[in-house]
C-alpha cells in the first residue's frame, strides 16, 4: 500500500517562473491539503481540496493554486515566483473532508528560488 | 487564526537525559496532536489527545493534554539518539484544517 507520493523531489527555479508541484494520496483518502514550510518551522497551511473543489484556503495570495482530479491526486501550482516561495512544500491526504485525527504526509517537493 | 506556541525552540541535551516540549495557545482545541518530522521527510503522527487532563504514553514517550484543552506537554525519558527530530504540535479547532505549532528541534548528542 503506497503511502502519499509527491513529484518531483527537489525543484530549481528561478525568480518570475512558474512551477507545478504533484502528489498523490494514499490508497483510500479523498482529501488532500497542501503546507509550505520553511527551515526549521511548523508547516503553514496553504489550502484543502476535497471533490475536486478548494474547501478552505489559508493566508497566501492568489499566485498559489491548486487542481484535485477525479483520481483524487493534486496540483499546486505557483505563479511568479519570489525569493521567499523557497522552501518545502509537503502534500497531506486523509480520509474523507472532516479531518480530525490523522494527516499522512509525503516527503515533500524541496523548492529553491534563485 | 489559532496560533500554536512550542518552547524551546531549540533544545541540544546528552543521550540518557530526559526532556520537556510545550505547546501552548489562547484557544481551545477540540483535539491537538503531536508529529516528528526527521529531515527529508515529512512529519509522522505520533499520538492524538482529545480529553482534557489525558496523559498518553508511548514508550520512552508522555503526552498530556491541558484541563483547560489549551496546551499540551511532550515529555521524553532517557532520550536517545534515534529521537533527534522537529516536533510538532497540531490542532484542528476547525474540522477541515490542522494548524501546525511553531517546532521545537531536538538534538540528542551520543
Known amino acids: 500500500d503506497a503511502g502519499v507520493t509527491q513529484s518531483p523531489t527537489h525543484l530549481i527555479k528561478t525568480r518570475g517562473q512558474q512551477v507545478t508541484l504533484r502528489c498523490s494520496p494514499k490508497?483510500?483518502?479523498?482529501?488532500v491539503s497542501w503546507y509550505q514550510q520553511a527551515l526549521g518551522q511548523g508547516p503553514q497551511f496553504i489550502f484543502q481540496y476535497y471533490e475536486e473543489e478548494e474547501r478552505q484556503r489559508g493566508n497566501f495570495p492568489d499566485r498559489f493554486s491548486g487542481h484535485q482530479f477525479p483520481n483524487y491526486s493534486s496540483e499546486l501550482n505557483v505563479n511568479a515566483l519570489l525569493l521567499g516561495d523557497s522552501a518545502l512544500y509537503l502534500c497531506?491526504?486523509?480520509?474523507?473532508?472532516?479531518?480530525?485525527?490523522?494527516?499522512?504526509f509525503g516527503s515533500g517537493t524541496q523548492l529553491s528560488v534563485l | 487564526t489559532q496560533l500554536l506556541e512550542q518552547s524551546p525552540q531549540f533544545l541540544s541535551i546528552q543521550e540518557g537525559e530526559n526532556l520537556t516540549v510545550y505547546c501552548n495557545s489562547s484557544s481551545v482545541f477540540s483535539s491537538l496532536q503531536w508529529y516528528r518530522q526527521e529531515p527529508g521527510e515529512g512529519p509522522v503522527l505520533l499520538v492524538t489527545v482529545v480529553t482534557g487532563g489525558e496523559v498518553k504514553k508511548l514508550k520512552r514517550l508522555t503526552f498530556q493534554f491541558g484541563d483547560a484543552r489549551k496546551d499540551s506537554s511532550l515529555h521524553i525519558t532517557a532520550a536517545q539518539t534515534g529521537d533527534t527530530g522537529l516536533y510538532l504540535c497540531?490542532?484542528?479547532?476547525?474540522?477541515?484544517?490542522?494548524?501546525f505549532g511553531t517546532g521545537t528541534k531536538l538534538q540528542v548528542i551520543p
Open positions: 497531506a491526504s486523509s480520509p474523507g473532508q472532516v479531518v480530525r485525527e490523522k494527516l499522512f
Open positions: 497540531a490542532a484542528s479547532g476547525g474540522y477541515q484544517k490542522v494548524t
Open positions: 490508497s483510500g483518502h479523498d482529501t
